[in-house]
């Protein structure tokens, strides 16, 4: 039997990265010394890993035979993959979560090929764009009622990467902190007020 898991890393490869307002639970809080790894890869490094996950996606769509225009980039400090173009909603899947798949196999594909985890981010037809704002709607509704009752608000289970977007806008705003509880599949966020 092969092993095919990917190695963790010092950094998680899911799309939700702890911060000082949203610590995760069961993992010691990081020091800014000990938030940006000695070892991080450099620009070019990025790149070439999206590159690879860009040549196993475009493989994917040759055998399915769709069509798609494939954007390679560096954004934030990670290697990102954008494919845009018609007929590409069944690679988003229900809640994206045929995305969420594909990311993780163009993932691996790059693990394979450079013997290192990527947090690559993948998003075809501007899925994740789309669903930022919407979750940013979400995050902002949460606060307004946190604010109004004084109450934690539990929103729905979301992946990774949901969960990351409302963090990002709940500890923008004063007076509301953020964590996420449970397990996946079930794994939310609680948005309560501040201590």
């Given amino acids: 039997m092969t092993d095919t898991s990917i190695p963790r890393a010092e950094q998680p490869l899911d799309d939700e990265e702890p911060t000082a307002a949203a610590p995760v639970e069961g993992e010691p809080e990081e020091t ?3 938030a940006a790894p000695s070892n991080a890869p450099g620009e070019s ?3 070439r890993q999206s590159e690879i996950a860009a040549d196993y996606v475009e493989g994917l769509l040759d055998i399915l035979d769709y069509d798609g225009d494939i954007d390679e980039l560096v ?3 990670r290697p990102v993959v954008e494919v845009v173009g018609g007929r590409l909603q069944n690679l988003v899947g229900q809640r994206g979560a045929t995305l969420e798949a594909l990311q993780e196999l163009a993932r691996l594909a790059v693990f394979r090929q450079t013997g290192s985890p990527s947090r690559l981010l993948l998003d075809v037809g501007g899925y994740r764009a789309n669903r930022r704002k919407e979750l940013a709607a979400v995050a902002r509704n949460a606060v307004e009622k946190v604010k109004e009752h004084g109450e934690p608000v539990r929103l729905e289970p979301m992946s990774a990467f949901e969960r990351k977007c409302v963090h990002d806008v709940v500890n923008a705003i004063d007076g509301v902190e953020s964590e996420s509880e449970g397990v996946e599949p079930s794994r939310r966020i609680v ?3 501040a201590d």
Avoid: N, T
């Fill in 191 to 193: 948005v309560r007020p």
């Fill in 45 to 47: 490094d990025l790149f």
């Fill in 75 to 77: 954004s934030g400090g």
């Fill in 32 to 34: 800014d010394a000990e």
